[in-house]
């Protein structure tokens, strides 16, 4: 079943690495790239001092940090590896759309029709509306105890080693995520960072429940763009008199995360160039030609799997 639509270095052709067996390769060359022109913007400042700066990295979650889909789970040669999100609140009663005993049939029925016939716009925002009236403390519980329960053996083994040597090195990782705000947020401890990091479709929270009403940007395509600029504008005003800067865009589907990993690899950096990493994503549509860093991972934290 479709549950989406369908690394970006400012180089003349894109490069493409393969799986290692012990090791994926790719992930140390990233992050040599990235810290190499973090630090040649700061060579290149008049003071040459790190804190003059605060330097950003943006990230798509499901299929990037995480193998498979949070909110839709992962299936692989018709076999359920993990399930997601939606169907575990579905099945917690936290729906008053769709019943715990014999509603997922018809909430998968109504989604497909949403995706395939209108598109994400309405079909990814219908996930947490879908929620409506469900208290938010039951929903983030359920979502954390999935995370460090499970989700967590699934996180790619790359993705985290990139995500931690950049957070040592002074670059705060940011993630925008087309799946819902109340999901992604329970990632937030698994991953060792700040839940404000963390950005999905979102509805408005009403005396601690769940509602209809659509928070926008959708985190989705372009929308994604519209929260990365934002999310740069507020660190802007958290930090004044300092120079924001986005090193680094990591995605998995041409689609969903074309636009924002554009808009960052396409950026004139100080110095140095940006990067933007294509993880899984084949072959490229024709506005990204030549335009990311391809790579292929598989591995993921959980031992055997």
């Known amino acids: ?38 630090l040649a913007i700061i060579d290149n400042a008049e003071k040459s001092e790190s804190d003059q700066f605060v330097f950003l990295a943006f990230w798509d979650f499901d299929d990037t940090i995480l193998k498979g889909d949070c909110a839709g789970g992962l299936r692989i040669d018709d076999k359920t590896i993990y399930r997601g999100l939606t169907e575990l609140a579905i099945e917690s009663g936290y729906s008053q759309i769709y019943d715990r005993e014999e509603g997922l049939p018809r909430f998968w029925k109504d989604y497909v029709v949403l995706e395939e016939n209108i598109g994400p716009w309405i079909s990814y925002p219908f996930l947490p509306q879908m929620l409506r009236g469900s208290r938010e403390k039951d929903v983030s519980s359920l979502a ?13 083994k790359s993705s985290i080693k990139i995500l931690n040597a950049l957070e040592k090195n002074g670059i705060q990782n940011h993630v925008i995520s087309a799946s819902p705000d109340i999901f992604v947020d329970a990632a937030a401890s698994t991953l060792g960072l700040p839940k404000e ?25 372009n929308g994604k763009v519209e929260k990365l600029t934002s999310i740069v504008a507020a660190t802007k005003r958290q930090h004044p008199g300092k120079q924001v800067v986005v090193l680094a865009a990591f995605g998995n589907s041409y689609g969903s995360d074309g636009p924002f990993m554009k808009h960052v690899a396409t950026q004139a950096l100080p110095a140095g160039k940006p990067v933007g990493v294509m993880i899984n994503g084949g072959a490229p549509l024709e506005p990204y030609q030549d335009l990311f860093l391809k790579v292929e991972q598989s591995e993921v934290q959980s031992s055997g799997q």
Not at 199 to 221: F, H, Q, S
């Open 1 to 38: 079943m479709k549950w989406r639509m369908a690394l970006a270095l400012a180089i003349c052709m894109p490069v493409f690495y393969q799986s290692a067996s012990a090791e994926e390769a790719h992930a140390d060359h990233v992050i040599s790239h990235i810290l190499e022109a973090r």
């Open 144 to 156: 954390r105890n999935h995370f460090e329960d499970v989700l967590q053996n699934y996180f790619f």
């Open 197 to 221: 990091r963390f950005n999905g479709v979102e509805v408005k929270i009403e005396d601690g429940r769940l509602t209809e009403e659509i928070v926008y940007p959708v985190t989705w395509a």
